[in-house]
């Protein structure tokens, strides 16, 4: 177990006293010592408490020896970029399974988003969502389907439900890929996606819908990622205008011609 080393090595990173990071974790200095000396075992409050001051994992900081890693592998880790992205240890599912044992397509209505959020992780919060099956999916794969609200992802209408496949990998995430995503913040949101997790450790959420602006979601603040397989609404979608198709592409454009000026300013 690296624990001790590595709490000792990300405070003299920061250029930081025994005594600033026991204040601020709340702690004695003492105590602090005996952790970075390995005299004393830390708890799991403990554990958390210097996962969320360092902003990195637990399984990191117990696991991995931050010491021998590379400059550039340390910058990334800082950055949200975390070791265990890919690890199973980190994101452990919350699922059900039937009499069959197959797995069950949970479904999180609306009203259940705002628990899903706090829940996700509780196999006894998972066991009381509604579940069915879909003939057509893969019986190898995790499904999980959202009611989604709003008009941001327009054809796709407000109050339909989407099914995702389950992603354990999240640098295995594919650019213009439609995904829905729990966040720390957000809650659940369905976009399409730009994967940065290599470069600065972020994905880019885009909407179907040009009257809504892309925004960056940095890995630390993802919970699940769900790639979109399909979706089942009562409504049928409009027909797009000449019009709305014009300012999409407008709007495309315009993009375009950003980037390339953002590009030329950082040459």
Do not use: C
Not at 225 to 236: A, D, K, R, T
């Amino acid at each position: 177990m690296f624990f001790s080393g590595n709490i000792k090595f990300l405070r003299k990173r920061r250029g930081l006293t025994q005594d600033d990071v026991a204040a601020s974790l709340e702690m004695k200095r003492s105590t602090l010592s005996g952790y970075e000396n390995n005299v004393a075992q830390p708890g799991m409050e403990a554990l958390i408490s210097f996962s969320n001051y360092y902003r990195i994992a637990i399984d990191t900081l117990i696991r991995i020896d931050l010491t021998a890693l590379p400059e550039s592998q340390m910058r990334q880790i800082e950055r949200g970029y975390d070791v265990f992205l890919k690890g199973s240890n980190l994101r452990i599912l919350a699922s059900t399974v039937g009499h069959d044992n197959e797995e069950n397509i949970e479904l999180v209505s609306e009203k259940a988003k705002a628990g899903y959020r706090s829940g996700f992780a509780d196999p006894e919060y998972i066991r009381i969502l509604p579940t069915f099956r879909l003939p057509f999916l893969s019986k190898q794969k995790k499904y999980r389907t959202f009611q989604i609200s709003g008009d941001s992802m327009l054809p796709i209408p407000h109050g339909a439900y989407v099914t995702g496949v389950f992603v354990q990998d999240w640098t295995t995430v594919r650019d213009r890929d439609a995904y829905i995503i729990l966040t720390a913040e957000e809650g659940i949101v369905f976009k399409v996606v730009e994967n940065r997790i290599k470069i600065d450790g972020k994905l880019t959420l885009y909407s179907l819908n040009p009257m809504y602006d892309p925004f960056d979601l940095e890995v630390k603040d993802i919970r699940e990622v769900w790639q979109f397989v399909n979706y089942i609404s009562q409504e049928v979608p409009e027909n797009v205008s000449a019009e709305n198709y014009y300012l999409t592409e407008s709007v495309k454009k315009l993009r375009e011609e950003v980037k390339i000026i953002q590009t030329k300013l950082k040459l």
